[in-house]
């Protein structure tokens, strides 16, 4: 039963101790979520797990990529488990290192030494470590604004990856326009949305997109404010550039969290988000009104492959002596890897 399932899991957690830390992204599910020692959104959970230095297992409840930055940030001996190796994510998929090779050498040839690239977390241990030994950093949804104000003090013009929405929105926040803008598609190898001279586009956005955000429509917001003028819409960047306009607030998951605990009140807020994260807020916060901007239910299905039965397997595998699913990024990949980690978490 359910609670046999909590109490096996709190048990096999206090026989680990110290030697384990759980970290939890804010997409998780409830009843998984609550089990984590840190709680947080991509660019806090890399942080602390790069902190966690006393503890031989790190289990992340969160997708494969940020497990595979976990491990590039731990310390050797310390072991990354994902509970479920297929908490894959479909965006991180919409790159892949080959087509990032053939792109890049198109890109050299169109623009010579006046580009660096940039990948957004949500992206395979290859793609950053071709970022690092290209001069490039990664960045999050929380820091893309500092990190693209970096990169353009390095070069005219930045790749990048995999996602166009946090790209295009965080530069036109920045006050490129988007005719400064072209998309890459790997599939076609040709620039698309190509709305003014190559020579003067500053941001090359691969398409790529989240399955998840991208579900969220300017309909939706309309509606919405049809119902309830008081109503205010707030989004995550990975959004459309229509919704992130439409929207009264954007901003990363921590920025919504933050906006939603300093609300008085009363307040009333549409989120365009993860979906376990918006009820979860709603719960927490009884005293404003909180829904999800859609009315259709938008999980991240992947996000959503860790359950209790996954995390007690993983903590049981652990304390046979034969931990399963384990996440090892390759000494090279992970040199290079974290050369693109370290830039980016050392800007302030
Ligand atoms: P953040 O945790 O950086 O807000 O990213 C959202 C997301 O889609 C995680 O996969
Ligand atoms: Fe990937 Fe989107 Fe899920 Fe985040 S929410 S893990 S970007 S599919």
């Not at 949305?193 to 998840?212: A, F």
């Not at 919405?224 to 205010?232: A, C, G, L």
């Not at 300093?262 to 918006?278: D, F, H, M, R, Y």
């Not at 699913?325 to 980690?341: G, N, Q, Y």
């Given at each position: ?256 969290i933050?906006?939603i605990e ?17 009820h979860r807020l709603a719960e927490e916060h009884p005293e404003q009104?909180i ?58």
């Open positions: 039963g359910s609670e046999e399932l909590d109490a096996r899991i709190r048990s096999a957690k206090e026989r680990l101790g110290k030697d384990l830390v759980i970290l939890g992204h804010h997409y998780q599910r409830d009843d998984v979520i609550k089990f984590a020692d840190f709680r947080g959104d991509s660019l806090r959970l890399a942080r602390i797990g790069s902190e966690q230095k006393e503890a031989k297992y790190i289990i992340f409840c969160g997708v494969h990529f940020m497990a595979e930055t976990a491990d590039t940030l731990a310390q050797d001996e310390q072991l990354v488990i994902l509970p479920d190796l297929r908490a894959g994510c479909s965006m991180a998929d919409m790159a892949d290192i080959e087509e990032v090779e053939e792109a890049w050498e198109v890109l050299q040839e169109e623009f010579g030494d006046t580009i660096i690239p940039v990948t957004y977390v949500n992206s395979t241990a290859a793609i950053k470590a071709f970022v690092g030994r290209h001069g490039g950093t990664t960045c999050t949804s929380s820091n893309a604004h500092l990190v693209l104000e970096w990169a353009f003090k390095q070069k005219k013009r930045i790749l990048f990856l995999p996602d166009q929405h946090l790209g295009r929105n965080t530069a036109y926040k920045m006050g490129i326009p988007l005719e400064q803008m072209v998309i890459w598609n790997p599939q076609s190898g040709q620039f698309e949305e190509n709305k003014g001279s190559l020579q003067d586009t500053r941001m090359i956005l691969w398409k790529g997109h989240c399955s998840v955000h991208q579900k969220f429509t300017p309909e939706q917001i309309h509606r919405i404010r049809k119902q309830d003028p008081e109503m205010k819409v707030i989004v995550h960047p990975e959004c459309s550039f229509e919704v992130v306009q439409l929207a009264d607030q954007a901003g990363s998951t921590d920025y919504i933050k906006t300093a609300a008085p009140p009363g307040s009333k807020w549409a989120i365009g988000t993860e979906v376990n994260l918006v009104k829904v999800l901007l859609s009315t259709t239910m938008c999980p991240c299905l992947t996000m959503n492959r860790i359950d209790r039965p996954h995390l007690l397997w993983a903590l049981e595998s652990i304390l046979e002596g034969r931990p399963i699913h384990r996440i090892e990024v390759d000494e090279e990949t992970k040199k290079w890897s974290k050369v693109a980690l370290d830039r980016m978490l050392s800007l302030k």
